[in-house]
């Protein structure tokens, strides 16, 4: 039997007015059906973000990961809700004819938070990232969003021609971090990133980032980057005890959880590719948005593909832990357990 144990955050109490915005929202957003009655249900639910699978990753590998990202959340009692603009319509769900055309990777442009609307006014398909994903899954009242790694402070810039030589590459995710209210579970920030650079930037913006069992903020890649964290937690439970007490208090930053990837690969190996991508980034002439899936794909062959193994790892396991906060947040715990 299935049972619904409640936990009573103030936060979370469905007004009125909260369920005529969730209609609002479905007007505009795309929600599937199984995600509007998980939401409905208020059974817990994970965002999932769609650039990882139409720019992030190659085929067969992002079909693979999708797979195994669905089910570690769905293993867990939890709805999976991968979020994307699909022809124009911004959707929270993505499923069937639509998602295999992302898989495809065939004509689907990144888009951030900024590009959703022009994106649905194009009517193309746009693969969501970690910011354009926390605005779309945010207005759906989603609260857990699984990542691979978030997107940060670039290195230094790598062309010199560069009209805005002194200004640094940032990823669009810190910002949005900044000003939405999510949880979002990753293994750090991406390798190919200032790593220091990008912490300080979060802690300027007010994002905390706490360790779910480690010491030292994980290298994406690699299980540590010498640089400590703050916060180190043990249980899914006491990280959702954070995030209640971040909501009651009414703060709009989103927290950032952090584990080791399951299997990493080692540092210097890491490093190593790292520098030579960037080289041939530099040579090549690469920047803008495109600069992340290129130094991700130069760095699958840099690493003879095991980048590849590892990424695909640590996307089902930042979604298995997510699942497990989501039903602490949601306080489905009974749930999660009866169909595990
Ligand atoms: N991590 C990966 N693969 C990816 C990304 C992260 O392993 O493809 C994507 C995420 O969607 C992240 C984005 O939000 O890269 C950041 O890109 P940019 O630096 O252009 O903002
Ligand atoms: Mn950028």
């Given at each position: 039997m299935v049972t619904m144990r409640r936990k009573h955050y103030p936060w979370r109490t469905q007004t009125d007015e909260a369920s005529r915005d969730l209609a609002l929202v479905m007007t505009t957003v795309r929600v599937?059906?199984?995600?509007?009655a998980a939401l409905r249900d208020g059974r817990p639910v994970v965002a999932l973000e769609s650039s990882v699978f139409a720019q992030g990753l190659p085929q067969p590998q992002n079909r693979e990961a999708a797979r195994r990202m669905l089910a570690a959340v769905r293993a867990r009692g939890a709805?999976?809700?991968?979020?994307?603009?699909?022809?124009?319509?911004?959707?929270?769900?993505?499923?069937?004819?639509?998602?295999?055309?992302?898989?495809?990777?065939d004509g689907v442009r990144k888009i951030s938070a900024?590009?959703?609307?022009?994106?649905?006014?194009?009517?193309?398909?746009?693969?969501?990232?970690?910011?354009g994903s926390l605005a779309l899954a945010h207005a759906a009242h989603i609260a857990v969003l699984a990542t691979g790694g978030i997107g940060g402070v670039h290195r230094v810039a790598p062309i010199s021609s560069h009209a805005f030589d002194a200004v640094r590459d940032e990823s669009a995710d810190l910002a949005e971090l900044a000003r939405t209210p999510m949880l979002v579970v990753c293994a750090g920030a991406k390798t190919i990133l200032d790593l220091p650079a990008t912490m300080e930037r979060l802690?300027?913006?007010?994002?905390a980032v706490v360790g779910y069992r480690v010491d030292e903020l994980p290298g994406f890649l690699t299980s540590g980057t010498g640089i400590s964290l703050s916060w180190r937690?043990?249980?899914?439970?006491?990280?959702?005890?954070?995030?209640?007490?971040?909501?009651?208090?009414?703060?709009?930053?989103?927290m950032?959880?952090?584990?080791?990837?399951?299997?990493?690969?080692?540092?210097g190996m890491v490093d190593?590719?790292?520098?030579?991508?960037?080289?041939?980034?530099?040579?090549?002439?690469?920047?803008?948005?495109?600069?992340?899936?290129?130094?991700?794909?130069?760095?699958?062959?840099?690493?003879?593909?095991?980048?590849?193994?590892?990424?695909?790892?640590?996307?089902?396991?930042?979604?298995?832990l997510a699942s497990e906060i989501a039903a602490e947040v949601t306080g489905d715990v009974e749930i999660g357990r009866a169909r595990a």
């Open positions: 599937s059906p199984a995600v509007a709805e999976p809700a991968i979020t994307a603009v699909a022809r124009g319509t911004p959707v929270v769900g993505l499923e069937g004819a639509d998602l295999e055309r992302f898989l495809a990777r900024r590009d959703i609307a022009p994106a649905a006014a194009a009517r193309v398909d746009g693969a969501t990232t970690v910011a802690e300027s913006l007010g994002v937690f043990e249980s899914a439970a006491q990280v959702a005890a954070a995030w209640c007490m971040h909501r009651a208090l009414g703060r709009t930053q989103a950032v959880v952090v584990q080791a990837p399951p299997s990493p690969l080692p540092r190593d590719a790292v520098n030579r991508a960037l080289d041939a980034a530099a040579r090549a002439g690469i920047a803008g948005p495109a600069l992340t899936p290129w130094l991700l794909a130069r760095l699958e062959e840099e690493t003879g593909g095991s980048s590849l193994a590892t990424n695909v790892e640590l996307l089902e396991s930042n979604a298995a």
